[in-house]
């Protein structure tokens, strides 16, 4: 079984992903490897949760709507592992989660209205975690991405850039969502660098 319907809500800020390419590609992208620990934000119906799951055998997942707990679990039987946290991303101690196990790799398609918070919210826990694969607003991946000099690098580019190597790697249009948003998205990759090379040279 995959990803099951559910009206998205409004106030979660939530479009769900329908677009089988695009799941392919991120999940492709993502690439999972034996021993890797995955973590998904916000799974929603579980259209990138449940190709991951098949794949890699086992996931957890943060989602904070209480009515999708229960559809997730139901769906995930005969799938793989599925741990899910019920709790606010930016509650979560990601350190305290990635343990003495190794580190995490995250992913997720972030809800617009909440994105930049949760970036920052893993770049404190950046010592757990190895990279991460997120879907955000193509104007937010372009100025994550952007190079010194480009029109839209600022506090955004500085502050990620200075912990992590950022690579932009495909949009995604509005159709690929139900309901589709206003604005195109991109799905962008975040290696946290190594301690003795995160700093801001200028």
């Given at each position: 079984?995959?990803s099951?319907?559910?009206?998205?809500?409004k106030?979660?800020?939530?479009?769900?992903?329908?677009?089988?390419?695009?799941i392919?590609?991120?999940?492709?992208?993502?690439?999972?490897?034996?021993?890797?620990?995955l973590?998904?934000?916000?799974?929603?119906?579980?259209?990138i949760?449940?190709p991951?799951?098949?794949?890699?055998?086992?996931?957890?997942?943060?989602?904070?709507?209480?009515?999708?707990?229960?559809?997730?679990m139901?769906?995930?039987?005969?799938v793989?592992?599925l741990?899910?946290?019920?709790?606010?991303?930016?509650?979560?101690?990601?350190?305290?989660?990635?343990?003495d196990?190794?580190?995490?790799?995250?992913?997720?398609?972030?809800?617009?209205?909440?994105?930049?918070?949760?970036?920052f919210h893993?770049l404190?826990?950046?010592?757990?975690?190895?990279?991460m694969?997120?879907?955000?607003?193509?104007?937010?991946?372009?100025?994550?991405?952007?190079?010194?000099?480009?029109?839209?690098?600022?506090?955004?580019?500085?502050?990620?850039?200075?912990?992590?190597?950022?690579?932009?790697?495909?949009d995604?249009p509005?159709?690929a969502?139900?309901?589709?948003?206003?604005?195109?998205?991109?799905?962008?990759?975040?290696?946290?660098?190594?301690?003795?090379?995160?700093?801001i040279?200028?």
């Amino acid at each position: 079984m995959s990803s099951f319907k559910a009206p998205p809500k409004k106030n979660l800020g939530q479009h769900f992903l329908t677009d089988r390419h695009i799941i392919d590609q991120i999940v492709r992208a993502v690439n999972p490897r034996p021993g890797d620990r995955l973590v998904e934000i916000g799974p929603g119906q579980g259209a990138i949760t449940f190709p991951l799951l098949r794949k890699h055998g086992e996931l957890t997942v943060i989602e904070f709507d209480r009515d999708l707990i229960t559809p997730l679990m139901e769906a995930s039987e005969g799938v793989g592992r599925l741990t899910i946290i019920h709790k606010d991303v930016l509650q979560v101690d990601f350190t305290r989660l990635a343990g003495d196990e190794g580190p995490l790799r995250l992913v997720g398609n972030l809800p617009y209205n909440i994105s930049s918070p949760i970036l920052f919210h893993a770049l404190d826990h950046a010592d757990a975690v190895l990279d991460m694969h997120f879907m955000l607003q193509k104007e937010v991946v372009d100025r994550m991405a952007s190079e010194p000099g480009s029109k839209v690098y600022g506090r955004l580019s500085v502050m990620l850039q200075a912990y992590c190597t950022v690579t932009s790697l495909f949009d995604v249009p509005p159709g690929a969502f139900r309901p589709p948003p206003k604005v195109d998205s991109s799905v962008v990759r975040l290696v946290p660098k190594p301690a003795g090379e995160i700093g801001i040279a200028d």
